[in-house]
């Protein structure tokens, strides 16, 4: 199995089913785990260096951030419905604590943090929802913590639902070199959702093509339900086959907390193409 394809596991005391550090995927900034609790369930860790935003996937869940309570938050109890989500933004230096009222999934999304912000709720109403792409590239897109908010030092993060039949992150793109304004170099993680769950997508991540016609990178994933994918480098489109919606959660990190990417030359055509009509 590819070393950018994560699976999850059975949970562990605390319910943690997926774990991504720094150190586990050779890369500096990104870090993400993912909860599956049961009412009553408690979740609690200290930030460190590393600012959090912890995303509420589906279910509701009593919150404790930067020692003040935060109340219950949580709308959506199955993340299809496709209702924005709840978060809890969390500095660096600081604690969190989650107790599910409900069965929950809770993702903890993290990146090196500077002390700038302090801990604040992101409810839906601070959530744009956008459509992006055209025909069958279309997909659903909620911001959730994007660099037109300005409330992390690090962190980006956004959920996509892409239907049946559609691509997504696409045409493909890539993020991986610190040339601001041109690009910025983000380390990227996929959580992927399917529905019906027994479905399966697609995603291939690769590099430009050397002189000898070899890539660097040149992984092709099918992703099931719950899996997260690993994006160290290169471009990353990603595809749902006909009868199953896709959903990711993205989290993104880097140097620049900004997110500006270069399509690949050999299917730019198409981005100039839709851009044009």
């Known amino acids: ?122 409810g839906p109403q601070d959530i744009a929802f956008e459509v992006r792409g055209t025909g069958a590239n279309e997909r659903h897109i909620h911001p959730i913590l994007m660099e037109d908010r300005p409330w992390a030092d690090s962190l980006l993060v956004t959920e996509v639902f892409t239907p049946q039949g559609n691509w997504s992150s696409y045409p493909p793109h890539r993020h991986d070199e610190d040339d601001f304004p041109n690009q910025t170099y983000l380390e990227e993680t996929y959580y992927h959702r399917l529905s019906p769950g027994q479905g399966y997508g697609y995603q291939r991540i690769y590099t430009d093509a050397l002189a000898d016609g070899t890539r660097e990178l040149d992984e092709n994933l099918a992703v099931s339900n719950g899996d997260v994918t690993l994006v160290p480098k290169g471009y990353h489109p990603c595809g749902a086959p006909y009868g199953y919606e896709m959903y990711y959660l993205n989290v993104m990190a880097g140097p620049l907390r900004k997110w500006r990417f270069q399509n690949d030359p050999d299917h730019d055509w198409i981005f100039q193409r839709d851009a044009a009509t």
């Open 1 to 122: 199995m590819s070393s950018l394809l994560i699976k999850p596991h059975a949970p562990e005391g605390d319910g943690k089913i997926i774990e991504v550090t720094p150190d586990s995927a050779g890369w500096r900034y990104v870090g993400f785990q993912l909860f599956a609790l049961n009412p009553g369930d408690r979740v609690e860790q200290e930030t460190g260096d590393r600012e959090v935003a912890l995303v509420l996937v589906e279910g509701k869940a009593q919150f404790v951030a930067a020692g003040q309570e935060r109340g219950e938050l949580g709308e959506r109890m199955d993340v299809f419905e496709k209702s924005k989500p709840w978060a809890v933004y969390v500095p660096d230096r600081s604690t969190w604590s989650a107790e599910a009222t409900t069965p929950c999934t809770l993702a903890v999304c993290s990146a090196p943090g500077n002390g700038n912000h302090a801990a604040r709720v992101i």
